[in-house]
């Protein structure tokens, strides 16, 4: 495999990485309770998910 002759830039490394981006978690509202959760996840609140109680959360 060849290799590079002359070092990158450090503007041409950074413009590759421009792309590299944290994205924000998706999140929606509770069906049963109305607090905003992860998707596909029960509710930390009320521990509901796809239309039945998953767990019961412990009183805080």
Known sequence: M?????????S????RRTHYKAAAPSVSSC???GEVK??????PSCGFYKGRTIY?????
């Open 2 to 10: 060849p290799n590079p002759k002359r070092r990158h830039s450090k």
């Open 12 to 15: 041409r490394s950074a413009k």
């Open 31 to 33: 069906s049963n309770c």
């Open 38 to 43: 992860l998707q596909h996840r029960a509710c």
């Open 56 to 60: 019961i959360p412990k009183s805080a």
